[in-house]
């Protein structure tokens, strides 16, 4: 365990990811750095479940917190991120300990990035209204006509639609033809990986109490300060598990109890939606009920 320089840890929400980071990090004086597309953003400490601030001092933590909630981070913003973070604790001589359950995030550091322009605000604007003037089965037609590799998608995918939409309209070609291009990895270390993955029954007792905590430690709090910033309700940060349920909660649509058990069963659904995403894409990684099996 000395020698090696990269560790990745990913994992379905609750399963104890961030402790086996923070014991990891204690053993190898290694730096952690954030895999989840939620834990990037500020003032949501408690709903997207980041370190508490005690464990971000024991341990280095990198990538937590660093963006605003009205900004957007894809997987290649957050790619790139990561890579030179990667890059500056290899340069300091420790090593690098990337954790979340974003796979995505995971496979955009260790396969690359398709190299597609960004798109101009003007222009994601522009697809959305296009969907809502058209409805959501004429706009994939509309899609799949200019880019055929986009049939896949069903009509109710309205992010990937809009995002080929917005791709073509500002670049001229399609998103498929960005797909195809040669992409480089962004790491040149070979990590040592791991999925945990607890048994069902101890991940979804374990998804309960995360929600509950959710609660009772101030995520009612930081719900309520979310919505009062009156954000693009399409952003990112206004999806994050928990912001929909606390919101009817606050607005008298449901109980406290109503609530609660709403967000309970969300938080099993999503760590379902990972753990069968995580065993069908990571291919090749060992999955782990208990501990992370890097050796001592």
């Known amino acids: ?32 750095v954030n ?19 005690a464990d971000e001092a024991r341990v280095p933590h990198r990538l937590y917190g660093v963006l605003e909630p009205s900004e957007r981070c894809s997987a290649g913003r957050w790619a790139r991120m990561a890579a030179d973070e990667i890059a500056a604790i290899h340069a ?11 796979g995505l995030y995971f496979k955009a550091l260790l396969e690359g990035l398709s190299p597609i322009p960004d798109t101009p605000p003007a222009v994601r604007e522009a697809a959305r209204a296009r969907r809502e003037a058209l409805g959501a089965a004429a706009f994939r037609d509309e899609v799949i006509a ?13 992010q990937r639609l809009m995002r080929a939409w917005e791709v073509f309209e500002a670049n001229g070609k399609t998103l498929t033809y960005f797909q195809s291009l040669p992409r480089t990895p962004l790491v040149t270390v070979e990590p040592q990986k791991a999925i945990l993955a607890p048994p069902r029954d101890k991940l979804y007792a374990q998804c309960d109490q995360r929600a509950g905590e959710m609660f009772a430690q101030g995520g ?31 607005k008298g649509a449901l109980s406290r109890e109503e609530a609660l058990s709403a ?3 969300s938080t099993r659904r999503l760590a379902k939606r990972q753990m069968t995403w995580l065993r069908h894409q990571m291919e090749g990684w060992p999955v782990r009920e208990e501990g992370l099996g890097f050796g001592d």
Not at 23 to 28: D, H, I, N, Y
Request: hydrophobic share 45%.
């Open 1 to 32: 365990m000395r020698d090696a320089q990269l560790y990745f840890i990913a994992g379905p929400t609750a399963s104890g990811k961030s402790a086996a980071a923070l014991a990891l990090g204690t053993q190898t004086g290694g730096v952690i």
């Open 35 to 53: 895999a989840d597309a939620m834990q990037v953003y500020q003032g949501l400490r408690i709903i997207t479940a980041r370190p508490s601030e």
């Open 92 to 102: 300091s001589g420790k090593p690098a300990i990337v954790v979340g359950g974003t």
């Open 146 to 158: 200019r880019d055929p590799g986009m049939a896949h998608l069903p009509e109710g995918d309205a």
């Open 220 to 250: 009612v709090e930081e719900v309520e300060a979310l919505i009062a910033r009156r954000l693009d309700p399409q952003l990112p940060v206004m999806k994050t598990l928990g912001v929909s349920e606390i919101a009817a909660y606050l």
């Open 263 to 265: 967000l309970q069963q």
